[in-house]
């Protein structure tokens, strides 16, 4: 089974920016296509950006996020990151990765196609 395990959340001020990442063991990442999703407190959990595997590697974002965040893989560390700048106290959450075994397309923010889940990390944006 992948694990997944989410680093690089903290508290930042807004207008500043984070580097998250999404690492597994065991399993390379090269195949899976890797999603970022969030939950604020008393929200459903959303989609916020999506990359698919190597051999395609497309991206889709939220339109609340684009143009301020950036996903991308690093398949020498089998990493996946999310840069988030511009922050804004909105995008207050816990972030999770999640893997999916197939490509995914426009429907990439369906919690129902991903296979595997990190255990979150909060980010807080706050002055």
């Known amino acids: 089974q992948v694990q997944l395990v989410e680093s690089g959340g903290g508290l930042v001020q807004p207008g500043g920016s984070l580097r998250l990442s999404c690492a597994a063991s065991?399993?390379?990442?090269?195949?899976?296509?890797i999603g970022w999703f969030r939950q604020a407190p008393g929200k459903e959990r959303e989609g916020v950006s999506c990359?698919?595997?190597?051999?395609?590697?497309?991206?889709y974002y939220a339109d609340s996020v684009k143009g301020r965040f950036t996903i991308s893989r690093d398949n020498a560390k089998n990493t996946v990151y999310l840069q988030m700048n511009s922050l804004k106290p909105e995008d207050t959450a816990v972030y999770y990765c999640?893997?999916?075994?197939?490509?995914?397309?426009?429907?990439?923010?369906?919690?129902?196609?991903?296979?595997?889940w990190g255990q979150g990390t909060q980010v807080t944006v706050s002055s």
């Open positions: 065991r399993y390379t990442l090269d195949y899976y296509a």
């Open positions: 999640a893997a999916a075994l197939r490509p995914l397309g426009t429907n990439w923010y369906t919690r129902g196609l991903y296979d595997y």
């Open positions: 990359i698919n595997s190597h051999s395609d590697g497309s991206t």
